[in-house]
């Protein structure tokens, strides 16, 4: 590339690529995106907050609109946390940067405030305000435990939806424990 045609690439798309150099140079790195306009503070999310990142490589895919990360990648937004192996961030670059959906595999872990789920894979689509977590999944809150195959949680509704397809459990069905208050 030569000195003009650096100088008439947008300023974004310089960043971009400052942002993979500094990315492909190693070690764990950070940034915020915008998340859609609108606040949906549905089931202690807001989902409009910022989404930073964390992970041990990170590879910016400008043509495609995504990054990739891996090794103990780490997804905050807010009191949300996911925590896998490997993420694919999917955006759009309007002039702004906006997260469209976030893909997680390899030992995915979900937690907000006293509540953790994990599973083997996860997809946060942010046009559908949706969170999937699926194949054997394992919900716990404080001593109360539910296992599946795949959890729904519908931020537009609040409703979390767990079935047993999936499930570690050889019927394939939903299971769990809930604690039972002590009697005086």
Not at 1 to 10: G, K, Q, Y
Not at 62 to 78: A, E, F, K, T, Y
Not at 173 to 181: L, N
């Amino acid at each position: 590339m030569t000195d003009t045609t650096a100088s008439r690439l947008p300023l974004r798309k310089l960043a971009l690529r400052g942002l993979a150099a500094g990315l492909l140079a190693g070690g764990a790195s950070a940034i915020g995106f915008g998340a859609l306009a609108g606040a949906q503070d549905l089931g202690g999310i807001v989902s409009n907050e910022p989404v930073s990142w964390s992970a041990d490589n990170g590879q910016l895919q400008d043509r495609q609109n995504r990054v990739v990360l891996s090794g103990n990648v780490v997804i905050q937004q807010g009191n949300l946390r996911m925590t896998a192996d490997r993420t694919t961030i999917a955006y759009t670059d309007a002039g702004t940067l906006r997260i469209q959906r976030i893909n997680a595999t390899g030992g995915v872990v979900v937690t907000r405030g006293d509540e953790r789920a994990r599973g083997d894979a996860a997809v946060y689509d942010f046009n559908r305000r949706v969170i999937i977590l699926s194949g054997g999944v394992a919900i716990n809150r404080g001593t109360d435990r539910l296992d599946g195959g795949r959890l729904v949680l519908d931020l537009n509704s609040g409703v979390t939806s767990v079935d047993g397809q999936g499930s570690r459990d050889s019927d394939g069905r939903v299971s769990g424990t809930f604690a039972v208050p002590e009697g005086n």
